[in-house]
């Protein structure tokens, strides 16, 4: 594991790739046939070192796809190894975009979990730690609207944050929407569920909105991290990340993490290490919990 804590791009994603001949026609044309990777999702295998990925932006008409900016900008601005972005194609039919990326090797973190020792998965979470503080690196400009980055302004939000029943919101203006957001369902979840009076202290806490936005991924798991054949960890599935409080995701991954759970399965330790890697947000959790009543139904 101690290749893990290397802090260099990692040399494939430098490298040419098998695709950089071939049209954006012809590309399409691949996605046709090719084979999926995994079953559950729109990942194709296209060449031996390449899949493609259908976007999920959930706004049509959009000039490109989210995915692929965060993962463009990670690239270019973080040393945190994710599969390099080879080609974005629009799909003749529609308002999907097909993300050509590095095909990376290896197993899931979800599948080895069980075998590492305890120093391992330390290991696992301080190498996490440092990807995290990269992202909160990569800060929203003061106009940057909340959620996936595009060019076309605000877009659909889709994180854990917002519960099991509705996890698509938005889109949101500007990050004051966001928080005005939150703080009137606060306000039904106290009035309607918890049935408060006026002066209860509850209704003082508001939405933490005390730090800037900053890229999040939003569905880290271990099923997102593949222990690549050169014994680093890469970050996949970045369709759900863009512009959040930072708290966001500590939460989305105590939320993602039960949703492991209610589907049978079980990482242990990992619930203790989140705090670690994401940083301590008790506070903001508690509050979510609290006013989940009016984010869930209303």
Same mark, same amino acid.
């Given at each position: ?5 290397? *802090? ?19 590309? =399409? ?34 000039? !490109? ?10 690239? @270019?601005?973080?040393?945190?190894? /994710?599969? #390099?972005?080879?080609? /974005? /194609? ?18 899931? =973190? ?10 391992? %998965? ?6 996490? #730690? ?7 690196? =990569? ?15 605000? #877009? ?16 949101? +203006?500007?990050? @004051? ?7 009137? #369902? ?5 009035? @309607?569920?918890? %049935?408060?009076? %006026?002066?209860?202290? &509850?209704? %003082? ?6 730090? +800037?936005?900053?890229? +999040?991924?939003? !569905? ?9 054949? !050169? ?6 599935? &970045?369709? &759900? *990340? ?34 670690? /890697? ?13 006013? +989940? ?6």
């Amino acid at each position: 594991m101690s290749s893990v804590f290397s *802090s260099s791009r990692p040399y494939e994603s430098l490298q040419p790739s098998d695709v950089d001949n071939l049209s954006d026609k012809e590309l =399409l044309e691949l996605a046709k046939t090719a084979p999926r990777l995994r079953t559950n999702h729109a990942i194709f295998q296209l060449t031996p070192g390449t899949v493609g990925k259908i976007s999920q932006d959930m706004d049509e008409d959009m000039s !490109d796809a989210s995915e692929a900016n965060a993962l463009n900008l990670i690239f @270019a601005k973080t040393t945190i190894p /994710v599969p #390099r972005v080879r080609r /974005v /194609v629009k799909f003749e039919v529609g308002s999907d975009y097909l993300i050509v990326m590095d095909y990376i090797k290896g197993p899931t =973190l979800a599948e080895v979990w069980s075998t590492y020792t305890i120093w391992q %998965k330390i290991g696992v979470a301080f190498t996490l #730690r440092r990807y995290i503080r990269q992202l909160r690196g =990569l800060k929203a400009s003061p106009s940057a609207p909340p959620g996936p980055i595009g060019k076309d302004g605000p #877009r659909m939000c889709e994180t854990p944050v917002f519960g099991r029943v509705r996890s698509r919101r938005g889109p949101f +203006a500007s990050y @004051a929407e966001l928080t005005g957001f939150f703080n009137k #369902r606060a306000v039904i979840a106290y009035d @309607a569920w918890h %049935k408060l009076p %006026k002066d209860h202290p &509850w209704r %003082k806490t508001r939405f933490d909105d005390s730090e +800037a936005l900053i890229l +999040a991924h939003q !569905d880290i798991n271990p099923r997102n991290i593949i222990v690549g054949e !050169d014994g680093k960890l890469w970050m996949i599935d &970045w369709a &759900w *990340s863009g512009y959040y409080p930072p708290w966001f995701e500590y939460v989305a991954m105590r939320f993602q993490l039960e949703n492991e759970q209610d589907r049978g399965s079980h990482y242990k330790y990992w619930a203790s290490l989140i705090p670690f /890697v994401c940083g301590p947000y008790f506070e903001q959790e508690k509050w979510l919990l609290n006013i +989940a009543y009016g984010i869930e139904y209303f």
